[in-house]
């Protein structure tokens, strides 16, 4: 029934779409700059002006989504927000296949991250960078900050787990994967499952989500947005490598080794939180049914400075939402001051 009623959807929003199916993934103009394996660095372009003084910023995007939700239309975009204030960047994972499944998960959040970084440093001439992670890319970002606590000015956190102890449906799934015989059987944990897990995560919201679109679909506003967020999260999927994502939900949502200080990398360099050093700013939500607000928390060694502010949303509505300006807004802010 919930197939039948997913291609009915589709169908429909494909018929009233109109002009927004040909809509640009990503408003703001941008180029690509660098690219190692799968991943690209995109800098955006921007006018003359603006605070140069300041550290670059770079966005890490998760790991199972598209990087353009953080810049999905001009109303609700972060990069074009913070492009006018900062030198930015945006790392794109790409779409990996069966080349990238023996990648370690520690790949992504130090050999990558620090490419990445080591670029932008040498095009920019900053000695650090500023972070903003969404999701899995917070995450990414926060062990990054404890590995490498000189090269990161601030680390901003957005709507990202951290604590994967009691991470509601997302725990229950991670605990009871039959771990073991994916590793031997599967190059990658394909796009379109991840997509149907969280979407069954509310069974009911397909049929709210339909129900809404019905009744608001004359208003050309709203239809831009929707039909930006459906093709985000139904159509635009992202494969997970294998070995990745069979360390990704052994070491930290079975282990829960982030928070527990118990982290390495596969070439044994130690994740300790307790060296981290950059200020942190912590955006999570009350209605977040992926990443609770317990799961935001930092590692009890972490002493270094933060700031934690939470919006009455949920887990996309952060980034796209009413509540999306005041986040950004008050990222910006922090990392002016």
Not at 130 to 139: K, Q, V
Not at 174 to 195: L, R, V, W
């Amino acid at each position: 029934m919930l197939k039948n009623m997913d291609m009915f959807v589709n169908n429909f929003i494909e018929n009233q779409a109109g002009d927004y199916n040909d809509m640009p993934r990503g408003v703001t103009a941008r180029e690509l700059v660098y690219r190692a394996g799968n991943m690209k660095i995109f800098k955006f372009k921007r006018e003359e002006g603006g605070a140069d003084d300041l550290p670059p910023m770079l966005f890490v995007p998760s790991l199972i989504n598209r990087w353009y939700i953080l810049d999905l239309t001009e109303e609700t975009s972060f990069v074009n927000y913070f492009n006018k204030f900062f030198t930015c960047y945006m790392i794109d994972w790409g779409f990996p296949g069966s080349e990238s499944a023996h990648l370690p998960f520690s790949n992504y959040y130090h050999k990558y991250l620090n490419r990445a970084v080591n670029y932008i440093c040498r095009e920019t001439g900053s000695e650090k960078v500023n972070l903003l992670g969404y999701c899995i890319g917070g995450t990414l970002s926060y062990i990054y900050s404890c590995i490498e606590p000189e090269r990161v000015n601030k680390v901003i956190l957005l709507a990202s787990p951290i604590n994967f102890e009691n991470a509601g449906i997302s725990s229950l799934y991670a605990k009871s994967f039959p771990s073991e015989e994916f590793a031997n059987s599967m190059e990658y944990m394909p796009g379109p499952t991840i997509s149907n897990f969280f979407n069954n995560i509310q069974p009911l919201g397909l049929l709210k989500k339909t129900q809404m679109f019905y009744k608001k679909f004359e208003d050309p506003k709203f239809k831009k947005m929707y039909i930006a967020m459906e093709r985000w999260i139904a159509d635009d999927g992202v494969h997970f490598p294998a070995r990745a994502y069979y360390e990704f939900l052994n070491q930290l949502y079975k282990e829960n080794r982030l928070f527990n200080s118990k982290l390495a990398t596969t070439d044994a360099v130690t994740v300790d939180p307790s060296k981290r050093e950059a200020e942190c700013l912590i955006l999570n939500a009350t209605l977040d049914h992926i990443v609770p607000l317990h799961c935001t928390n930092l590692p009890p060694v972490d002493k270094a400075k933060r700031e934690v502010l939470t919006f009455n949303t949920g887990h996309v509505g952060i980034t796209v939402g009413k509540y999306g300006i005041d986040a950004k807004t008050k990222a910006v802010e922090f990392l002016k001051k």
